[in-house]
Nanobody, 124 residues
Framework: QVQLVESGGGLVQAGGSLRLSCAAS????????MGWFRQAPGKERKFVAS????????YYTDSVKGRFTISRDNAKNTVYLQMNSLKPEDMAVYYC?????????????????WGQGTQVTVSS
């Protein structure tokens, strides 16, 4: 089992920045590819970004490229999502997820473990 706890969400004005963190516990963090997803009210959960086990490869959905950066610190068992130039359409609950996968970045939705989510609100 892997437990994931997100933090860092909050209210920010459009154009501002937030950094989300996801702390993992349970199993060897470096065995897992990690991802960030988001879900706006009334909409499906959507992929945002993913990072491979070592942090050497990342992948982003087009709408966040150049604004968001995913990173990880395996020594701290934590994955981050730095979000800059936030837009009202970025407003959602953000979830981190872990996938037992030793290849490159994982871009599917069938992650093995999910956090409880953290709310990001962007005011215009």
């Amino acid at each position: 089992q892997v437990q994931l706890v997100e933090s860092g969400g909050g209210l920010v004005q459009a154009g501002g920045s937030l950094r989300l963190s996801c702390a993992a516990s349970g199993r060897t963090f470096s065995n897992y590819a990690m991802g960030w997803f988001r879900q706006a009210p009334g909409k499906e959960r959507k992929f945002v970004a993913s990072i491979n086990w070592s942090g050497g490869s990342t992948y982003y959905t087009d709408s966040v490229k150049g604004r968001f950066t995913i990173s990880r610190d395996n020594a701290k068992n934590t994955v981050y999502l730095q979000m800059n130039s936030l837009k009202p359409e970025d407003m959602a609950v953000y979830y981190c997820a872990a996938k037992d996968y030793s290849g490159g970045v994982y871009v599917g939705y069938d992650y093995d473990y999910w956090g409880q989510g953290t709310q990001v609100t962007v005011s215009s």
